[in-house]
Nanobody
């Protein structure tokens, strides 16, 4: 099992920035990739960004490319999501995920991000 502990959500005005953090613990040797998903009210959960745990390759949703940056600290088993130029449509609950779309996938509890106009 892998446990994921997220932090960093909150309320911010449009144009502002937030940084989300996710610390992985437990059987982290089974993790080969990490991702951040989000779910807005009434919408499906969507992948925002992902990163390879070893090579560091990244992938972003078109809606956040150029504004969000995913990064990792392997020594600390931590993945970050730096969110800049936030928009009201970024408002959602953000979830940390290990091994996106895999059978052995794990989820954090979610952290709420609210962007006011």
């Amino acid at each position: 099992q892998v446990q994921l502990d997220e932090s960093g959500g909150g309320l911010v005005q449009a144009g502002g920035s937030l940084r989300l953090s996710c610390v992985a613990s437990g059987r982290t040797s089974s993790v080969y990739g990490m991702g951040w998903f989000r779910q807005a009210p009434g919408k499906d959960r969507e992948l925002v960004a992902s990163i390879s745990w070893r090579g560091g390759g990244t992938n972003y949703a078109a809606s956040v490319k150029g504004r969000f940056t995913i990064s990792r600290d392997n020594a600390e088993n931590t993945v970050y999501l730096q969110m800049n130029s936030l928009k009201p449509e970024d408002t959602a609950v953000y979830y940390c995920n290990a091994n996106p779309f895999a059978v052995n996938t794990y989820w954090g509890q979610g952290t709420r991000v609210t962007v006011s106009p």
